[in-house]
């Protein structure tokens, strides 16, 4: 064994960890859960001390979907996102000249719009652009349905409308962070932030 | 003589369909809203220097803010007006469904994009 060999995560990648997988791995968990209750929460199913306690969990289910949902693009945007974007390699990137990934005098998005390491401008122009944007729109659902399951309450098991009403706020938050989680996987892989 | 107690379930209330219509409704703002600064911010260059509120984030910064000030401040205004009224659901539903679908279509790179300003 190499007693001198140790795993260190600078501080911007303990927050790239935090924003990606702390944060992001929990939200998927707590959709699958809050997904689960959700569809299983119908009067032929469960008697009505079950949905008192299945309303308990999908409660706490959906608002810790709902606040890791903001966690993740406000740390997303306002902590990971300048650092990707720093401009350091000045105009045509020379600082990138050569680069096989992003580093002090080339930032993750000088990277990939120098091209220097195969064509992987459209990781930015397309990717992270889609990216940044449209994970804003998940938090705004994930409340919503946050919302209407506080609003509606055990009438959810009755109420089919409301049911599917919430199933589809629920499930566009997951969506949309989905495309905004996978993009920003890829272009982690492509060029992270370290 | 043996005595039977039956429970009950306690009398449900209708509750109003307002303040569930506050809700949907500012969400497709809130979506519409980041679909618009978005593009504008491509189309014009006056609007890409208003919204950068932060120097390291740049115009995402102004994009998010106004968009998450439009989605809480429009939720607070319509729940104010509809909390105890029963608005018809179908068309507010089906207002927020374009809502929501056209800030898609304006945070998408290939659309926004078309309209870049030189």
């Known amino acids: ?194 | 003589m043996s005595e039977t107690v039956h429970e009950e379930a306690p009398a449900e209330v209708e509750r109003p369909t307002g303040p569930v219509a506050a809700a949907v409704l500012a969400t497709g703002i809130g979506a519409f809203v980041l679909g618009l600064l978005t593009t504008l911010s491509e189309a014009s260059t006056d609007v890409h220097d208003f919204l950068e509120f932060s120097d390291d984030v740049g115009p995402l910064s102004g994009k998010t803010i106004l968009a998450v000030i439009a989605y809480f401040a429009s939720w607070g205004i319509l729940h104010a007006l509809w909390r105890r009224q029963n608005p018809a659901l179908r068309s507010i539903l089906i207002a927020t469904a374009a809502l929501v679908v056209l800030g898609i279509v304006g945070t998408f790179p290939t659309f926004f994009q078309a309209f870049a300003s030189d």
């Open chain 1, 1 to 194: 064994m190499n007693s001198g060999a140790l795993m260190r995560l600078t501080n911007r990648e303990t927050w790239t960890f935090i924003h990606g997988m702390v944060l992001g791995s929990f939200f998927l968990l707590a959709f699958a859960g809050g997904l689960a209750g959700l569809w299983s929460l119908r009067t032929e199913y469960v008697t009505p001390a079950g949905i008192a306690e299945r309303m308990r969990r999908l409660k706490f289910g959906i608002a810790a979907m709902a606040v890791a949902a903001w966690a993740t693009v406000i740390t997303g945007t306002w902590i990971v996102y300048p650092w990707y974007r720093e401009s350091l390699a000045g105009e045509g990137f020379p600082g990138c000249e050569g680069a096989s990934v992003p580093g002090d005098d080339c930032s993750p998005r000088d990277f990939l719009l120098s091209n220097s390491s195969g064509t992987t401008e459209d990781w930015h122009k397309f990717g992270m652009e889609w990216k940044e944007h449209i994970a804003w729109i998940s938090p705004m659902l994930a409340t919503l349905a946050l919302f209407l399951v506080f609003y509606y309450g055990p009438a959810l098991a009755r109420n089919r409308t409301a049911r599917t009403l919430v199933l589809v706020a629920f499930v566009g938050a997951f969506t949309t962070a989905a495309i905004a989680g996978l993009f920003g996987a890829l272009i982690t892989k492509t060029a992270p932030i370290t």
